[in-house]
C-alpha cells in the first residue's frame, strides 16, 4: 500500500484546512485509516481513526473540531481540521492499521504515508 497526504499548509489561528491521504496499491477498505501528527520535538501522536464501519474516534485534544471520513471507492482519506490552534502545527501523517492491538500504537499501523505539513499561526 502506498499512501500519499496532501493538502497541509499556513493557516491563522481559528481557522480551517482539509487534508487528504490517497492510497493505492492495495484495496483499504477492509482496513482502518488513521492520522497521526508529530510536533517538532515530540513524539508522533494519535489523532483519529476512522473505521470500515460506525463512528470515527478521536484523541480527546482534537474532539469537537476535527472531523475523519473516507471514500473507499475512490481510497481516500480525509480529515477536516476547524478551529485551528498553534498547538495543532505538526506534520500530519496517514496511516492504514492492519493488524490488532491498541488504535493509540503506531505499532499497529503497517503503512504510512510521508506527511504534510500543517501550521498554524497565533
Known amino acids: 500500500v502506498q499512501l500519499q497526504a496532501f493538502g497541509g499548509g499556513l493557516v491563522q489561528a481559528g481557522g480551517s484546512l482539509r487534508l487528504s491521504c490517497a492510497a493505492s496499491?492495495?484495496?483499504?477498505?477492509?482496513?482502518?485509516m488513521g492520522w497521526f501528527r508529530q510536533a517538532p520535538g515530540k513524539e508522533r501522536e494519535f489523532v483519529g481513526i476512522a473505521w470500515t464501519s460506525g463512528s470515527p474516534y478521536y484523541a480527546d485534544s482534537v474532539k469537537g473540531r476535527f472531523t475523519i471520513s473516507r471514500d473507499n471507492a475512490k481510497s481516500t482519506l480525509y480529515l477536516q481540521m476547524d478551529n485551528l490552534k498553534p498547538e495543532d502545527t505538526a506534520l500530519y501523517y496517514c496511516a492504514v492499521k492492519t493488524g490488532v492491538g491498541s488504535t493509540w500504537a503506531r505499532t499497529t499501523y503497517d503503512y504510512w504515508g510521508q506527511g504534510t505539513l500543517v501550521t498554524v499561526s497565533s
Open positions: 496499491g492495495r484495496a483499504v477498505s477492509r482496513y482502518g
